[in-house]
C-alpha cells in the first residue's frame, strides 16, 4: 500500500500536472483556431508554453524528475505540435498566413520515423532511453517558433516575408535532424562489428 501511495506521489508531482495541463489545453486551443479567434488562440499557446518552460525548470530546481515525466513531456509537446500543424495548414479556414503543407508533412513524417525507429530499437535491442540530439531540439524550437509567429502574425494580419525563411529552415533542420535520428537509430539496432 506504501508502495503505490509512493508511487501516485512520485505521479502526481508539479512538473507532470503541468505537462497534463499542457495536453488539457490542445483542444481548446485548436477551437480558438478553428473559430478564428486569433487573439484567443495566441494567448492559449502561450499559456501552453509557459506550462513547458516551467515543468523542465521545476524538475531539475525541486529535483521532481520521473519517469513518466520524461515520457509526459515531450509526448505533451507532440501532442500541441502535430495537431496545430494540421489545423493551421488548412486553406480552408481563410487565415491570413498557413504552414505550407510540405512543411507539415516533414514534420509529421519525421515524427513517424522517429517513433517507428524507437519501437523497433525497443523490441530489437530493449532500448528504452532516446536522448535528443541538438539537432533535433534546433527542429524542435523551429516548430514551436513557426506557430508562434503564424499565430502572431494571424492576430495582427501581416504577411512579412521572413515567415517563408522561417518555413524553410524549420524545413531543413526538421530534415537533418531526422536523418541524424536514422543514423543514432541504425547504431543502435545494428549489431556492432566485433573486432
Known sequence: MDNEHEERNRFLTIPNILSISRILLVPVFLVMIIQGKAFEALAVFLLAGSTDLLDGLIARQWHQKTKIGTLLDPAADKLLAT???????????????????????SVIGRDVLIITGALVAFKLRGQKSFNPSIFGKASTVCQFSVIFFVLLLNYVQKSPLYLSWLYVVTLFFTLVSGIHYVMIGSKMILPSKQS
Open 83 to 105: 495537431p496545430t500543424f494540421i489545423v493551421l495548414s488548412l486553406s480552408s479556414l481563410k487565415l491570413p498566413n498557413i504552414i505550407p503543407v510540405w512543411l507539415t508533412i
